[in-house]
T-cell receptor, first 108, second 113 residues
Framework: GQNIDQPTEMTATEGAIVQINCTYQ??????LFWYQQHAGEAPTFLSY????GLEEKGRFSSFLSRSKGYSYLLLKELQMKDSASYLC?????????FGSGTKLNVKP | EAGVVQSPRYKIIEKKQPVAFWCNPI?????LYWYLQNLGQGPELLIR????????DSQLPKDRFSAERLKGVDSTLKIQPAELGDSAVYLC???????????FGPGTRLLVL
C-alpha cells in the first residue's frame, strides 16, 4: 500500500522559520508535491520535487531525499496568513496520494 | 485565466436523495480529477479522466456514485442515493496531463441529513 505521514499539527511564531516533514512509503515514486490549504478553501500548489535536493521559491523551500523517502517544506519569515494546512502528495503510477495534512498555527 | 469552477458550493440534502456536482476545468486541461475530502484528511481520489475516458475509477463506489465527462471538458459527479457518510467536500481538479501540477476548484460541501 501507500503510506504518507505528516505531523498533525504544529505551532510557530510570526517571523520565525518552520519545517514541516513528510515521510512516505510507496511502491513507486514519480514526484512529490506540496499544497497549501486554508480552512474551507481548495488546496493550492506550492512546490514540486522530482530529484533530490532543495527547491527554493521565495519564502518557501522544499527538500526531497528519495533514498530516505523523506521531504520537508520550509517556511521562512512566517506570516499570520501562513496559518493553514500543508498537504504532502506523492505522484506514483499516474496517481496522487495525499497525506492527511499538517495544520500550521502561526501566533503573533 | 479562469480557474477550476465548481457548483454548487454548498448542498444540504436528506439521506436517500440524489445529488449532482458540476465541474468546469481550466481551459486546455485534458486531465480531470474528482476527489473526496473529509475533515482533517487529505483528498482521496474518486475518479480520473483523460479527456472523456475514465482511466482510473477504482476508488469510486459504483453502487451509488457515477460520473461523466461527455465532451472531454465539463464533468458531473452524481450520488444516488446519498448516505449520511457521504457528507464531505467534493473537490474537482484539472491538469494539462497526468503528471502535471493539479489545480483545484473551490469544492462542493455536501451535508447529508
Amino acid at each position: 500500500g501507500q503510506n504518507i505521514d505528516q505531523p498533525t499539527e504544529m505551532t510557530a511564531t510570526e517571523g520565525a522559520i518552520v519545517q514541516i516533514n513528510c515521510t512516505y512509503q510507496t511502491s513507486g515514486f514519480n514526484g512529490l508535491f506540496w499544497y497549501q490549504q486554508h480552512a474551507g478553501e481548495a488546496p493550492t500548489f506550492l512546490s514540486y520535487n522530482v530529484l533530490d535536493g532543495l527547491e527554493e521559491k521565495g519564502r518557501f523551500s522544499s527538500f526531497l531525499s528519495r533514498s530516505k523517502g523523506y521531504s520537508y517544506l520550509l517556511l521562512k519569515e512566517l506570516q499570520m496568513k501562513d496559518s493553514a494546512s500543508y498537504l504532502c502528495a506523492v505522484y506514483n503510477f499516474n496517481k496522487f496520494y495525499f497525506g492527511s495534512g499538517t495544520k500550521l498555527n502561526v501566533k503573533p | 485565466e479562469a480557474g477550476v469552477v465548481q457548483s454548487p458550493r454548498y448542498k444540504i440534502i436528506e439521506k436517500k436523495q440524489p445529488v449532482a456536482f458540476w465541474c468546469n476545468p481550466i481551459s486546455g486541461h485534458n486531465t480531470l480529477y474528482w476527489y473526496l475530502q473529509n475533515l482533517g484528511q487529505g483528498p482521496e481520489l474518486l475518479i480520473r479522466y483523460e479527456n472523456e475516458e475514465a482511466v482510473d475509477d477504482s476508488q469510486l463506489p459504483k453502487d451509488r456514485f457515477s460520473a461523466e465527462r461527455l465532451k472531454g471538458v465539463d464533468s458531473t459527479l452524481k450520488i444516488q442515493p446519498a448516505e449520511l457518510g457521504d457528507s464531505a467536500v467534493y473537490l474537482c481538479a484539472s491538469s494539462l496531463g497526468g503528471e502535471e501540477t493539479q489545480y483545484f476548484g473551490p469544492g462542493t460541501r455536501l451535508l447529508v441529513l
